[in-house]
């Protein structure tokens, strides 16, 4: 089992940026193909961007151009970058394996708002 803790997330305007950071309890952490997954209220969770261990990205249409995925293996952190948010980034974000088959943290809080 992999403990994941989230941090980064905050209040800021649209137009902003947040840099989220996803740190992992265990080495075998850098193993797996990552994913960020965010839930705004009444919404089901869904995927925002994913990574393979290669390095290969993909983002959801939602947030593709604005979003950028990373991972440092050597740390086993995983980033997400960002840009120019929008209201309707608002959510709480969680990083988990592609299949989401660890269990889930707490998430962090990104509130995008004048």
């Known amino acids: 089992q992999v403990w994941l803790v989230e941090s980064g997330g905050g209040l800021v305007q649209p137009g902003g940026s947040l840099r989220l950071s996803c740190a992992a309890s265990?080495?075998?952490?850098?193993?797996?193909?990552l994913a960020w997954f965010r839930q705004a209220p009444g919404r089901q969770r869904e995927v925002v961007a994913t990574?393979?261990?290669?390095?290969?990205?993909f983002y959801s249409p939602t947030v593709k151009g604005r979003f950028t995925i990373s991972r440092d293996n050597t740390k086993t952190t995983l980033y997400l970058q960002m840009d120019s948010l929008k209201a309707e980034d608002t959510a709480t974000y969680y990083c988990?394996?592609?299949?989401?088959?660890?269990?889930w943290g707490q998430g962090t809080q990104v509130t995008v708002s004048s």
């Open positions: 988990n394996t592609v299949q989401g088959d660890q269990a």
């Open positions: 265990r080495s075998s952490f850098r193993d797996y193909p």
């Open positions: 990574i393979s261990r290669a390095g290969y990205v």
